[in-house]
């Protein structure tokens, strides 16, 4: 899948008039699941307005794609931390606004708009928020969507090194590597209800550079599998 033209649609942080679209939205998205909670949005909305983005329809505002973010103190979380602790429940309570890491709660996009770029969008307005910001780095956990497909052949870290080595595809991880992160762990039990992933994420990395000196890139974690790089640095040092 390749999406070459601009898709016509407008990223802006989200209002509050955004959340019945968004809640609409989410049941398209995830059939299974219970939608995103009003009161979960309102509490994004109060607590870290600049990290939560839709993506709309610009004449109809129709809502199309949504991302919901907060920051973190990540040396307060252990790699293994689920998703429901990175995320204060889906209340995004544990927001820090003295955190260096912007967390990826959330990404998702219509189903029937899905494949024209609209998630690239997205997470060019994260990255854009990170450097305004002066985060060093977004971290997410990368639900492995197709994992179950494979549990019979694959552990989650074998199927995760053949994602990386484009053995296989996955439509949440491959979608990711392309922009622009690595994987950096790969941990059991993030999602305990997602039968699609059996509950596996890897644990995902984008850098700032603009934002990271020698001293962080020395505690960077090793991309996932391969041995740590002696002399890793940032690129315009
Ligand atoms: C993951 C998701 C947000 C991607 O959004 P999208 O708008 O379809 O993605 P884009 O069209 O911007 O694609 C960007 C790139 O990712 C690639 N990509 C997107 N979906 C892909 C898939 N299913 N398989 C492989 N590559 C994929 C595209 O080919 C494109 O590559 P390119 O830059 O080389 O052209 C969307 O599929 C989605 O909402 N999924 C369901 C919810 C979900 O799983 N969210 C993640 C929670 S961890």
Redesign the pocket.
Known sequence: ????KK?NVLIRNTTPSDFDGIVDLCRR??TNAPPWGLDQLASHHRVFPEGQFVAVEPDTNQVL?MAASLIVAWSDYDMSTNWREFTGHGYFTNHDPEGKTLYAA??????N???????????KARRDLCRRFGLKRIR????L?HYSRYADQYSPEDYVKKIISREI????L???L??GFRVIGVVRDYLPNDPASQGH?AVIEWINHEATTRADWAKRPPEYGKPRKKHEHPPNT
Not at 140 to 143: D, P, Q
């Open positions: 899948m390749s999406t070459t898709p998205v995830y794609g959330e990404v998702m996009v219509d189903p708009t899905q494949g024209r770029g609209i998630g690239k969008l997205i997470y997410a956990g990368a639900r969507r595809g996955d439509p949440t491959t979608f990711q392309k922009q994420a």
